[in-house]
Nanobody
Framework: QVQLVESGGGLVQAGGSLRLSCAASGSIFSVNVMGWYRQAPGKQRELVATATTVGTTNYADSVKGRFTISRDNAKNLVYLQMNSLKPEDTAVYYC???????????????WGQGTQVTVSS
């Protein structure tokens, strides 16, 4: 069993900043990818940013230059620094992890419960 626990969401004015944090715990041997997705009301869940263990990052075009993802691999933590927030960034943000269990080649996906980010205009 793997748990992802997010923190750091909230209400902020347009142009402001927020930092999301996520901690992975449980039966984990390695976490190959950690990242963030978001889902706005009436829309599909979409990629925000991901980061691999070796530091390769991937960002949605809509957040490039404004959001920064970082990881603490030793502690299975991932962060999302969000600057210059816009009302269209309003969504529930979900932490994501692709991990392996000791002695297994298979990779598994885990999701957090989500944290609300609301950007007012």
């Amino acid at each position: 069993q793997v748990q992802l626990v997010e923190s750091g969401g909230g209400l902020v004015q347009a142009g402001g900043s927020l930092r999301l944090s996520c901690a992975a715990s449980g039966s984990i041997f390695s976490v190959n990818v950690m990242g963030w997705y978001r889902q706005a009301p009436g829309k599909q869940r979409e990629l925000v940013a991901t980061a691999t263990t070796v530091g390769t990052t991937n960002y949605a075009d809509s957040v490039k230059g404004r959001f920064t993802i970082s990881r603490d691999n030793a502690k299975n933590l991932v962060y999302l620094q969000m600057n210059s927030l816009k009302p269209e960034d309003t969504a529930v943000y979900y932490c994501y992890a692709r991990y392996q269990r000791r002695g297994q080649l298979a990779q598994y996906d885990a999701w957090g419960q989500g944290t609300q980010v609301t950007v007012s205009s």
